[in-house]
């Protein structure tokens, strides 16, 4: 019974993993930004932030 539903619900993963990770973008979002912006350096933070981004984006791209 199991197996079954695993070949049935094998199509939807893709769905369900971009599902998963905009929820974690969404979080990470919502709750560590605004604390990085109460000090007086928000520009580091933001950089920061900007910085891990794009290598995060370079590793997918090249790691495939």
């Not at 933070?45 to 290598?55: C, N």
């Amino acid at each position: 019974m199991g197996a079954i539903l695993v070949l049935m619900i094998k199509p939807l993963l893709p769905y369900a993993l971009s599902f998963a990770a905009g929820a974690m973008i969404f979080v990470v979002i919502e709750e560590l930004i605004p604390e990085s912006q109460m000090g007086n350096e928000t520009d580091i933070s933001t950089i920061g932030a900007m910085i891990g981004f794009a290598v995060m984006m370079l590793l997918d791209v090249s790691l495939g």
